[in-house]
C-alpha cells in the first residue's frame, strides 16, 4: 500500500539539541510538505519542496531547517534555534496537478525535555 | 497572502440534530479542502472543491463552495456521536505550484447522545 511514513511516532529532545524526522512517501508524489500543529491551533506550514534539490521557506521556517535528496524521503531538522519546538509535526505530498489531493504522514510528537 | 478562518472554533451539538461550520477564505483560492482529525491523530481528506458551486456529499457530511462569496460550508446532517472530531478547512491554489495549503484553525466538534 503506498503512504507516508513519519518516524519516530515520539520524539524527546533536550535543550540544545538538534533532531530530525523523517518523512519517506512511496506515492510518487513531487511536492512534500512539512507542517507544525500546537494545541487547539490549525496546521502552519514550515517548508516545502515541489521538487528534488529544491525547496522553499514556508511560514515559520526560522529554527528548521530540510533536504530534498530523493523524491521519497524529505527529513526535517528542528535546530536549537527553535526556542519552542514542543508540537506535534506533519508530513504531506501531493502531484502538482490541480484538484489533486494531499497526503498527510501519521505525525512525529516532539517534546522538549 | 491567503488567510482562511473558521466558526465556530468550538461546537457542541446533541446527536440528530444539524449544524453547518464556515470557512471565509481572504484572496482569491481555487481549491478549498475539509480535513477531519481525531485526537492525537492525523488528517483524514474529506472533501476537495475545486469550482463555484461545487457541491460534495459523503454519508451525514456535505460540503459546498461559494467562491465569489469566498465561503466554504460543511452541513452536518442528523448528526451521530462518530463524527465527533475536529474538522479543518484549508485553501489553496491550483497550477503547478503546489505552494501548499492554508489552514484554518479548525472547529472542535463533540457530538453529545
Known amino acids: 500500500d503506498g503512504g507516508i511514513t513519519q518516524s519516530p511516532k515520539y520524539l524527546f529532545r533536550k535543550e540544545g539539541q538538534n533532531v530530525t524526522l523523517s518523512c519517506e512517501q512511496n506515492?510518487?508524489?513531487?511536492?512534500m510538505y512539512w507542517y507544525r500543529q500546537d494545541p487547539g491551533q490549525g496546521l502552519r506550514l514550515i517548508y516545502y519542496?515541489?521538487?528534488?534539490?529544491?525547496?522553499q521557506k514556508g511560514d515559520i521556517a526560522e529554527g528548521y531547517s530540510v533536504s530534498r535528496e530523493k523524491k521519497e524521503s524529505f527529513p526535517l531538522t528542528v535546530t536549537s534555534a527553535q526556542k519552542n519546538p514542543t508540537a506535534f509535526y506533519l508530513c504531506?505530498?501531493?502531484?502538482?496537478?490541480?484538484?489533486?489531493?494531499?497526503?498527510f504522514g501519521s505525525g512525529t510528537r516532539l517534546t522538549v525535555v | 497572502e491567503l488567510k482562511v478562518e473558521q466558526n465556530p472554533l468550538f461546537l457542541s451539538m446533541q446527536e440528530g440534530k444539524n449544524y453547518t461550520i464556515y470557512c471565509n477564505y481572504s484572496?482569491?483560492?481555487?481549491?478549498l479542502y475539509w480535513y477531519r482529525q481525531d485526537p492525537g491523530k492525523s488528517l483524514e481528506s474529506l472533501f476537495v472543491?475545486?469550482?463555484?458551486?461545487a457541491v460534495k456529499q459523503e454519508g451525514r457530511l456535505m460540503a459546498s463552495l461559494d467562491t465569489k462569496a469566498r465561503l466554504s460550508t460543511l452541513h452536518i446532517t442528523a448528526a451521530v456521536h462518530d463524527l465527533s472530531a475536529t474538522y479543518f478547512c484549508?485553501?489553496?491554489?491550483?497550477?503547478?505550484?503546489?505552494?501548499?495549503?492554508?489552514f484554518g484553525k479548525g472547529t472542535h466538534l463533540i457530538i453529545q447522545p
Open positions: 519542496s515541489q521538487i528534488v534539490n529544491d525547496f
Open positions: 504531506a505530498s501531493t502531484r502538482r496537478q490541480a484538484g489533486y489531493g494531499y497526503t
Open positions: 506515492l510518487n508524489h513531487d511536492a
Open positions: 472543491l475545486l469550482s463555484n458551486g
Open positions: 484549508a485553501g489553496g491554489y491550483s497550477g503547478g505550484g503546489a505552494d501548499g495549503l492554508t
Open positions: 484572496t482569491t483560492s481555487d481549491r
